[in-house]
Each structure stands twice: as structure tokens, then as C-alpha cells.
């Protein structure tokens, strides 16, 4: 008994001491240092997808590719535009970051193309292209920014009525299969396309898909396309074309949100001419939706469409008119019980004199953004439409073109309003990108740029949005932490 208890006493001051040692030598959480801030570094790679451009009679397109000038941090590297199909085949090569590379097709299509950077071309990378047709069927500017491949993307605004031909273009550039699925939403919600589920794309292969085709039966006069991928990641781009009315491409939705801002609607002259508004609420959910037009000198509500109701899963379409007559205006959607994307299609003039383009939801400007194909001299002209609508905006404007240094332009934004300006352009240049920035103290601002063009009497135009560029990626922190091996309280 006596050697029991000794034991026993023994194994309970062995213990306290163990624990008194834990206790003494566990980190308070007072004491411990926070852990410092992950860092931010460029971006060393980079990749965006052209789609297949299927030329007319007549018909041209340039491709424009640019790396802004690098930031700290970054050196090195290259970048070029190569064919999709057979990367060895490089259509163009930036030389150096700020220098403009481009390329010109007549008649011929151009295939699928895959703009590539690393080091320090990668940060903010672009690639665009714009395809003029002078006549016949599709007359009039198309524009199409290249984009990152993705898993997810909706577009707003194509239609499968009988004189209309919108074809989704999908293209694979990763080393493994792709599984897509194409979803359609009309008027009376989601229609069943056995024929949109499960399509597969090779590494390297791109296909067009009529949307019509899709579901035959279905006619509607606005269509909401979401592209998901299954498997892999893909690129996705719509075009659009009525008959002699012209032909464009639709700007990807973006994300869902509930206040959008749709700028870069033009100054509608006369009577001709008609804003079209499309929105959906992706999530099923419905949702009253308010309307204003944000104008060059104030923000106001159009007569009759101050308020509008979403059903969920079902695309609401309605005529604005030349809402914005006279100057350019830009729309801003406030939804309240549930996000919305939205999509614009434009025509200008009537008859054999109409002229369309698309518009969608510009983010807002929060770092450096480009549009890398742009063109001035004689009936060709590029203008840039800013919207503020919550505060005073300040951006600056650089161009880089084929010809000539550098340009800049500062551009001053009153609140709640839009100003169009003319876009800079370096002397001697028929072609440049163009690069966005805001500047210190700027409230929200949103951004697009219209190409004009005068093509026998009639204004051809086609717009995109400034979407802010990829250009640094956090790096988690990784530091010892030797408080996860003693015991906690």
C-alpha cells in the first residue's frame, strides 16, 4: 500500500509539472503578433480567346493585340497572337509592353486566335478586333473584345427569329476536353435544347453553333445565353446579324448585380432609331426593377418605364425609343429583391440606312482597363463615353498606336451625368488601343467606346465596354506557427 501510494504521488507531480509547462509556455493570444498582409504580385501569365470571325463580300477585320506599359515588379517575358488551331502559326507579336501589334484580314475568315503573355507583357494583356463590312447583307462595324477562357458567362440579347442569325462561337485552348452545356431563357422562361447539353470541344477546337437550331420551334425576339462549362474552361462569344439592319457582337453580361450601369448609348438623331432594354434575374427570383437615364446634364426617369417588373427564369424585353435623343446617355438599373443581368441592342436609322449594335452592364472602373483595336482618320472615329453616378469622376486616357508616341487625356465626370469625348490618338496613327485609368479622389465611374464609321450616308457604329484588366494576383502568407502543437484551452 505504501508503494502504491508513492506511485501515485509520483505520477500526479509529474503531471502538474507538464501542465504548468504548457501553461507557461502556451502563446496568449494577446501576445501574438498578427500575421502580416498577403501580398500582391503581377500576374506572369496571361491568355485570351478570339473567336472565329466569318467574313463577307468585301469585308475586312483587324485584330489588335497590346501589354500596357509593365508595372513594378515585373520583367521579362513575351507575348503574340496565334492561331487556336496551330499555335505555331503567330499572326502577331507585341514587341515590347506599350507597343501596339496588329494584324489586317480581307475576305477571307479568320480562324480562332489565342492571345498569349508572360512576365512583364502579362499584366493587363488585351486583345480586340473590329470587322467592317461597306455593303450588302451584315453592312456596318462589328467590335468583339477577346476574353479569358471561363467555366461560367452570360450573354443578353441575341434572337432566333426568322431574320435574324445569332451563332455562339466556342473555342477550347487548354490541354484537356471541354463539356459544355447552352442554356436559352425567352419570354415564358427556360427552353428545352436537348441539343445544347453535353457538347464536347478537343483541346485546340472550336465550333459555331447556329442558336436557332437549338430549339427550332422556339421563336423569340430576345434570347438570355448562359455557357457553362462542365469540365474545362471555354471561350464563348456571340454575333448577331439582321439582314441589311447590320451585324455586331454581344459584350458578355458579366456578373449579376443589383445596380448596373449600362453606358455608351449613342446620341440617337431624328426619329429613327430605338433603344431596346432586355433583363433577366439568373437566379429565379422576381424583382421590380427602377430605370434612369443618366444624360450630359443630369439623371432623370424615361415617361412610362420608371419601374418594371423581372419574373424569375423569364426574359423581360421592352422598347425605350431614342430615349437618350440628341446626346449620349448611359442606363442604371436598381433591382430590388434579387440581381439582374441586363442587355441593350441599339439601331440607329431606318430602312436600308439602319445600323445596330449591342451594350451590356459595364463594371465599374477600378484599375487599368483596355480596348486594344480602335481606328481614326477620315469618316472613321472613336469616342469614349464616361457615366458617374454616384460622385464626381476623374479618369485618364492613353493611347497607343500604330503610328506615333503616346497620348494622353484627363477627363473630368459630374456627378451623375455622361460625357462622351474624343478619344486621344498619337500622330499619324490609323489604329491604336486605349488604356483607362482612374485617378486619385475619383467617385465610381463606367466606361465604353464607340467606333463610328460614315459608310454611304449612314452611321455604322459598334461599342464595347472597358472591363479592368488582370493585372496583380495575392500570394497567401506561409509562416512557422508552433501554437498548434500545444494544447489549447
Known amino acids: 500500500m505504501k508503494r502504491t501510494t508513492l506511485s501515485l504521488a509520483a505520477v500526479v507531480a509529474l503531471l502538474a509539472v507538464v501542465v504548468g509547462l504548457a501553461v507557461v509556455t502556451r502563446p496568449t493570444e494577446s501576445k501574438a503578433a498578427p500575421p502580416p498582409a498577403a501580398p500582391r504580385v503581377p500576374v506572369q501569365q496571361a491568355e485570351v480567346s478570339c473567336p472565329f470571325v466569318r ?20 520583367s521579362g517575358g513575351e507575348a503574340s497572337v496565334v492561331e487556336l488551331g496551330d499555335r505555331t502559326k503567330v499572326r502577331t507579336k507585341v514587341e515590347a509592353p506599350g507597343k501596339l501589334a496588329s494584324i489586317g484580314v480581307d475576305n477571307t475568315d479568320v480562324p480562332p486566335l489565342l492571345g498569349t503573355a508572360s512576365g512583364a507583357f502579362a499584366p493587363g494583356f488585351g486583345a480586340g478586333a473590329v470587322t467592317r463590312v461597306p455593303s450588302n447583307a451584315g453592312r456596318g462595324l462589328a467590335g468583339v473584345t477577346c476574353e479569358a477562357s471561363t467555366t461560367d458567362r452570360w450573354f443578353v440579347g441575341a434572337a ?44 485546340g477546337a472550336s465550333t459555331a453553333i447556329l442558336l436557332r437550331t437549338l430549339n427550332p420551334s422556339a421563336i423569340e425576339p430576345g434570347l438570355a ?110 433591382s430590388g429583391r434579387a440581381d439582374i443581368i441586363a442587355g441593350v441592342r441599339v439601331v440607329q436609322g431606318g430602312g436600308t440606312d439602319a445600323e445596330v449594335a449591342f451594350l451590356s452592364a459595364t463594371p465599374e472602373l477600378t484599375g487599368r482597363a483596355l480596348i486594344a483595336e480602335n481606328r481614326t482618320g477620315g469618316a472613321v472615329a472613336t469616342t469614349v463615353t464616361l457615366t ?102
Open 160 to 203: 432566333t427569329t426568322e431574320n435574324r442569325e445569332a451563332y455562339l462561337y466556342l473555342s477550347n485552348s487548354r490541354d484537356t476536353p471541354a463539356v459544355v452545356d447552352v442554356e436559352l431563357f425567352g419570354r415564358n422562361g427556360p427552353i428545352e435544347s436537348e441539343a445544347g447539353r453535353g457538347m464536347s470541344l478537343a483541346p
Open 55 to 74: 467574313q463577307l463580300p468585301g469585308s475586312s477585320t483587324a485584330v489588335s493585340a497590346l501589354a500596357p506599359p509593365a508595372q513594378a515588379g515585373a
Open 388 to 489: 458617374a453616378p454616384k460622385g464626381p469622376a476623374k479618369v485618364k486616357l492613353t493611347a497607343f498606336g500604330d503610328k506615333g508616341d503616346p497620348v494622353s487625356a484627363d477627363v473630368e465626370v459630374p456627378a451623375g451625368t455622361t460625357v462622351q469625348v474624343n478619344a486621344p490618338a498619337p500622330a499619324g496613327a490609323t489604329r491604336f488601343a486605349l488604356v483607362a485609368e482612374p485617378q486619385p479622389g475619383s467617385q465610381p465611374v463606367h466606361l465604353a467606346r464607340t467606333v463610328t464609321e460614315t459608310m454611304n450616308k449612314t452611321a455604322a457604329f459598334t461599342v464595347q465596354p472597358f472591363v479592368p484588366g488582370v493585372e496583380t494576383v495575392v500570394v497567401p502568407n506561409a509562416r512557422q506557427d508552433m501554437s498548434l502543437l500545444v494544447p489549447q484551452r
Open 225 to 334: 445565353v448562359h455557357v457553362i462549362a462542365r469540365s474545362g474552361r471555354v471561350g464563348a462569344a456571340i454575333r448577331d446579324q439582321e439582314g441589311a439592319v447590320g451585324t455586331d457582337w454581344l459584350p458578355s453580361s458579366g456578373a449579376p448585380g443589383r445596380n448596373l450601369v449600362i453606358t455608351g448609348l449613342p446620341a440617337i438623331t431624328g426619329d429613327a432609331g430605338n433603344v431596346q432594354l432586355m433583363l433577366f434575374s439568373p437566379s429565379g427570383e422576381s424583382t421590380d426593377v427602377q430605370l434612369s437615364v443618366a444624360g450630359k446634364v443630369n439623371t432623370f426617369k424615361p415617361v412610362e418605364h420608371e419601374t418594371t417588373e423581372v419574373k424569375g427564369n423569364k426574359l423581360t424585353v421592352f422598347d425605350l425609343g431614342p430615349v437618350n435623343r440628341g446626346d449620349a446617355g448611359a442606363l442604371r438599373l436598381v
